[in-house]
Structure formats: C-alpha cells, structure tokens
C-alpha cells in the first residue's frame, strides 16, 4: 500500500493545478521599503525591485497568473518589468517565465534552474517534468555569484548557495534596503521541501540557513519562499528546528534503524502540530533527512 502512496500524491497534484480556478487568485503586496515590495499569490513569493526606469522582479509564480501579477505591480509602478531572477526552477517560481519574456523580461537564473528547465525531470512518485519553452529558460545564468547595480544606484546581490532545496538555490540580497529573498530554503511556520531528486540535501540548507544567519540583523526583512514576511528571530527558530531535526534523524539511522522505524519514534512531535500540516507532513521531513543527511 505505501508504495501507492506517491503515485497517489503525484495524481492529487497535478490534478489540483490542472483543474484550479485561478480566478480566485489574488495578488497582494507588502511594502518593505522606499523601492522594494513582497508580493503574494499561489506559489512562491516574489520580490519586485522598482528602479529609476525599470522593474526587477524575482520569481513569477504560475503562468495563468501572470496577468494578475503585471496588472497589480502597475498599481505599484508604470516601469516595465525588466528584469526577472528566480530563485530555482520550480514551476510555482518560474512558471511565469515564458509570458514575462515575451513581454520583454530579460530571465536570469543559476545555471542549474537553465539546465533543469531545459531538460525533462524525474520529480519522483511517477512524475514527470516535461521541459519549459524554450523561452522560458534564463537567458543570462551565474554559477556562483553576480551583483545587478539597479538603475536607481542600489545593488541586488545575488548568490548560489548550497545545494539544499534543490542544486540550483539563490539568495537576492538587496543591500542598501536591508531585504533578503531566500526562496525555498526558508518556510515560514512549516517543514522544508527537500527535492532530493533535484539535489536537495539538509545539509546544505542548514549551513544556507545559519548562513544566511549571519548575513542578517534585527532590522532585515526577509522573504521567505512560502509564507507571511519574516525576521531574524523566524528564521533563528526554523534554523533550531531543522538543525535539531537533522541530528535526531541521523543519530537514529546511524544506529541501524530503518526510515520505517525512524518515522515511528516521534522524533518531531513537538513541531507537527505546527509545522507537519501542509504539503510536508512528519513523515516526509524524516524521508528527507534519513536519504540525505551525511
């Protein structure tokens, strides 16, 4: 029966997006500073940039939205959208592509997010990724870090992490504003997504996490991939329990228990009730660390 379970999952997922009412989507925004916003939907969040002339934007969600995110950053803004970085290649993150180039976006991107969207991916479960147009890869990647100095004099900093969400993970950093987009390794009130068939790997998102720790203050605004704007202290306490959660699993499956067992000693209890409800319940965050944890 469990090995149902994925292709059951798989089935429940591209059902839910293929049959979703879009049309009660809708796009919100937070002000962050004199030139930076969050903006909210259904799939990732997104950080717009508004320069002297143009627009930057990091992450575009679904491409069935993007009339609905164009239209409501024109109540923010009459400068095109330039320029649009992503964080990774998830399709909740770069599904827009396609339709933000052909309205002039130059897409920039690491490497890795141009490889896996050029090539068919096995997300495991049974599914699989087909592709992305071709005019939705990044026209422009980086392998390790790029500065993008805005054409209002601020400088965005972006910067390839640990493989840890998935291997083509970026951090933007916008310097002078004091705001910082993590994409997906940072969930607020919730379990991370570890792609461990797109090289996610726990370690990397706890050394990204701690990190990212460092780079921060108690004024930073910090986008994370999913959920409400976060702080330092947010992001201390996800670091505590993604950091406490790594050792309990390892130690177990050090000690020759099998994922079945380890899944069953109730290593995060204390979290599930908040952070175990949505898309990553207990037992996958185990699965996770348990495969990847070195």
């Known amino acids: ?52 002339e143009n627009a930057y934007l990091i992450d575009d969600q679904f491409g069935p939205l993007s009339e609905k995110i164009v239209s409501h950053i ?3 803004t009459d400068k095109p959208i330039k320029w649009v ?25 690491h490497e890795n997010v141009r490889k896996r ?21 990044p026209v422009i990647t980086f392998n390790d870090k790029m500065t993008l100095y805005l054409d209002n004099g601020n400088t ?7 493989d840890a969400h998935t291997d083509g993970d970026s951090y933007y950093y916008f310097l002078e504003d004091n705001v910082l987009h993590m994409g997906d390794n940072f969930f607020v009130g919730r379990y991370p997504y570890i792609d461990l068939n797109s090289g996610g790997d ?12 460092g780079m921060v203050d108690d004024n930073t605004k910090i986008i994370p991939g999913h959920g409400r704007l976060a702080s330092k202290d947010d992001l201390k306490s996800y670091a505590a329990i993604i950091t406490t959660l790594r050792e309990r699993v390892k ?8 994922l079945e067992q380890v899944q069953k000693l109730g290593l995060s209890k204390e979290w599930d009730a908040t952070h175990g409800q949505g898309f990553i319940n207990a037992d996958r965050i185990i699965e996770f660390i348990y495969k990847s944890a070195d």
Request: hydrophobic share 40%; net charge neutral.
């Open 156 to 162: 965005m900093h972006a910067m390839h992490v640990n």
């Open 1 to 52: 029966m469990k090995k149902l379970i994925p292709l059951v999952i798989a089935f429940i997922g591209f059902s839910s997006f293929s049959q979703r009412d879009w049309s009660t989507v809708e796009i919100t925004s937070e002000k962050l500073s004199e030139n930076i916003y969050v903006l909210f939907g259904a799939g990732g969040n997104m950080g717009l940039a508004i320069g002297a």
């Open 117 to 137: 969207m050029s090539t068919k991916q096995d997300r495991g479960g049974g599914r699989i990724a087909e592709p992305s147009p071709g005019s939705a890869w």
């Open 251 to 258: 130690k177990a499956r050090d000690e020759g228990n099998s």
């Open 202 to 213: 726990i370690d990397g998102l706890v050394s990204n996490v701690t990190m990212a720790l």
């Open 74 to 76: 024109q109540t923010l």
């Open 85 to 109: 970085l992503n964080t990774h290649w998830h399709g909740d993150h770069t599904g827009g592509n396609e339709n933000m180039a052909k309205q002039g976006a130059v897409i920039i991107a």
